[in-house]
T-cell receptor
Framework: GESVGLHLPTLSVQEGDNSIINCAYSNSASDYFIWYKQESGKGPQFIIDIRSNMDKRQGQRVTVLLNKTVKHLSLQIAATQPGDSAVYFCADNFNKFYFGSGTKLNVKP | NAGVMQNPRHLVRRRGQEARLRCSPMKGHSHVYWYRQLPEEGLKFMVYLQKENIIDESGMPKERFSAEFPKEGPSILRIQQVVRGDSAAYFC?????????????FGPGTRLTVL
């Protein structure tokens, strides 16, 4: 369910390291997933999506992994850069209005 | 192709005043979504509209809040008699709505401060 009122979980990584951000979804009927990135003071932006007939999809420096068995989604960012510092949200087409609380990624120089 | 436009970007109101937030969707998009975000929290869905219709308002407070998306012009989120707890960032998103997989494109948000 929603985590209204809870502060964002935070992941701190060193510049150049890889980052892994996790997301759990609740409904097995969900078959399309999106990751959004929200930088400070801005609206969320689309990063990458994946359909349920795939278990992995790669973009530029980002990879999304989907494990339908445990209803888990992860976003991997390779060689994390300071510009990757943001809040990351996942969304699915079943609960397409629910973005969850997100994860705040802090990249340390 | 301009993205989703929101105005004003910052709005200051005193308690008891009305706040009107505007959202112009991307060209060709007929579906609009409004979200509220408190500092250090996630997006909270408020309302989903298509032209001239409210499709889902399950996230809207029962009182003081209303939304519309007229046939012509932007979508409006209206907050009457604002209170300090209404201070937040309000984001609008739009989608084409032509497929079951509809990426939402977000605007820059309106930051409402209630004094």
């Amino acid at each position: 369910g929603e985590s209204v009122g809870l502060h964002l979980p935070t992941l701190s990584v060193q510049e150049g390291d890889n980052s892994i951000i996790n997301c759990a979804y609740s409904n097995s009927a969900s078959d399309y997933f999106i990751w959004y990135k929200q930088e400070s003071g801005k609206g969320p932006q689309f990063i990458i999506d994946i359909r349920s007939n795939m278990d992995k999809r790669q973009g530029q420096r980002v990879t999304v992994l989907l494990n339908k068995t445990v209803k888990h989604l992860s976003l991997q960012i390779a060689a994390t850069q300071p510009g990757d510092s943001a809040v990351y949200f996942c969304a699915d087409n079943f609960n397409k209005f629910y973005f969850g609380s997100g994860t705040k990624l802090n990249v340390k120089p | 192709n301009a993205g989703v436009m929101q105005n004003p970007r910052h709005l200051v109101r005193r308690r008891g005043q009305e706040a009107r937030l505007r959202c112009s969707p991307m060209k060709g998009h007929s579906h609009v979504y409004w979200y509220r975000q408190l500092p250090e929290e996630g997006l909270k869905f408020m309302v989903y509209l298509q032209k001239e219709n409210i499709i889902d308002e399950s996230g809207m407070p029962k009182e003081r809040f209303s939304a519309e998306f007229p046939k012509e012009g932007p979508s409006i989120l209206r907050i009457q008699q604002v209170v300090r707890g209404d201070s937040a960032a309000y984001f609008c998103a739009s989608s084409s709505g032509t497929a079951s997989y509809n990426e939402q494109f977000f605007g820059p948000g309106t930051r409402l401060t209630v004094l």
